[in-house]
């Protein structure tokens, strides 16, 4: 099953798993092109560059899918893109406390949120990104 096969504020922990796998496989694909553009002066260096990269990710994407999921349960309103928002917020927030940031943090909170908003938005009327148009 997949991710928008769950259903919303059920499953927690299934949805949080969802979540945080694909975070971290972005991760783990984001650190390699940055070790391949930035080369480390070692292989270790290169590990450690990799690991803090994936693992932000994984938290990130943990973050958000029990953040969205317990908002949605919190607020008895399931299908809500706020619950989204909310989600992005507290993936940005913690993106800020990450890097030490207050600024980092508030604009990632603003642009992640949105995204998640839209995503949101967007799956509910069944918006199209890519693919032939409907006619």
Known sequence: MGYWDLEEG????QKTWITTKVATALGLVGSAYYIVA??????????????AGTVTMAS???????ATCLSAQARDKP?????????GCASG??????????????????GLGT?????????????????????
Not at 79 to 87: A, C, K, M, T, V
């Open 115 to 135: 995204l998640a908003m839209l995503t949101k938005v967007g799956k509910m009327e069944g918006w199209r990104v890519v693919g032939p148009p409907k006619l």
């Open 60 to 66: 990130l994407g943990a973050i958000f899918g029990m």
């Open 38 to 51: 930035f080369q480390p002066d070692s292989a270790l260096q290169a590990l450690q560059k990799a690991t």
């Open 93 to 110: 927030v913690f993106l800020g406390a990450r890097t030490h940031n207050a600024m980092t943090g508030t604009t990632a909170c603003l």
């Open 79 to 87: 299908d809500d893109p706020l619950n989204y928002f909310i989600g």
């Open 10 to 13: 059920k499953d927690c922990v």
